[in-house]
Antibody, heavy 124, light 110 residues
Framework: QAQLVQSGAEVKKPGASVKVSCKAS????????VHWVRQAPGQGLEWMGI????????SYAQKFKGRVSMTRDTSTRTVYMELSSLRSDDTAIYFC?????????????????WGQGTLVTVSS | QTVVTQEPSFSVSPGETVTLTCGLT?????????PSWYQQTPGQVPRTLIY???IRSSGVPDRFSGSILGSKAALTITGAQSEDESDYYC??????????FGPGTKVTVL
């Protein structure tokens, strides 16, 4: 059974950076893309970006380009999302999610397993 | 810039059928957007209902179905139940590795 376990809640000051981790287990780490999605309090879901764990290739939503970096460590089966120059409106729950099909399977573009979410609070 | 659209809210009586849609401010949604649908209740992790337009995710009741209706993706709940009261989000693949969620539809069952 696949599982994604995220790091704990963070409180950051405006202008700082935050790095959230997402540790994968129960499946072949390199074979599935991982997405990051966030949700501000009382707001909808927002797609942030995607990383291919096998080679580290990323794609980011235009809104976050220049501020977000998604990386991976294959030795620990962990993906990371770092967001810099934090503002109060970055306060949100950040989720990682595994893409639904193996890379190259032809099944794509949705998620089957989600992390539990990480609350990031940006406040002075 | 093209924006994804969803109805803000729907109210449905138990046992009734409701169809939620997911469109674009410019152009039509087709299967090449791989529309998917997510259910979320407050404080919970989203749950994947439908992917690739009409494939139900594992464990999803068959009262949930997906389709393309005209120029939009659609999620139909046939015989709504009280536990279906949730927020529903669509997600579209825009190409070049980019995805966009719709703003969500709040479904009330009463």
């Amino acid at each position: 059974q696949a599982q994604l376990v995220q790091s704990g809640a963070e409180v950051k000051k405006p202008g700082a950076s935050v790095k959230v981790s997402c540790k994968a287990s129960g499946y072949t780490f390199s074979n599935y893309h991982v997405h990051w999605v966030r949700q501000a309090p009382g707001q909808g879901l927002e797609w942030m970006g995607i990383i291919t764990p096998s080679n580290g290739v990323t794609s980011y939503a235009q809104k976050f380009k220049g501020r977000v970096s998604m990386t991976r460590d294959t030795s620990t089966r962990t993906v990371y999302m770092e967001l810099s120059s934090l503002r109060s409106d970055d306060t949100a729950i950040y989720f990682c999610a595994r893409e639904i099909g193996e890379i190259g399977s032809g099944v794509c573009c949705s998620f089957d397993y989600w992390g539990q979410g990480t609350l990031v609070t940006v406040s002075s | 810039q093209t924006v994804v659209t969803q109805e803000p809210s729907f109210s449905v009586s138990p046992g009734e059928t409701v169809t939620l849609t997911c469109g674009l401010t410019s152009g039509s949604v087709s299967t090449t957007f791989y529309p998917s649908w997510y259910q979320q209740t407050p404080g919970q992790v989203p749950r994947t209902l439908i992917y690739s337009t009409n494939i139900r995710s594992s464990g999803v009741p068959d009262r949930f179905s997906g389709s393309i209706l005209g120029s939009k993706a659609a999620l139909t709940i046939t015989g709504a139940q009280s536990e279906d009261e949730s927020d529903y989000y669509c997600l579209l693949y825009m190409g070049s590795g980019i995805y966009v969620f719709g703003p969500g539809t709040k479904v009330t069952v009463l």
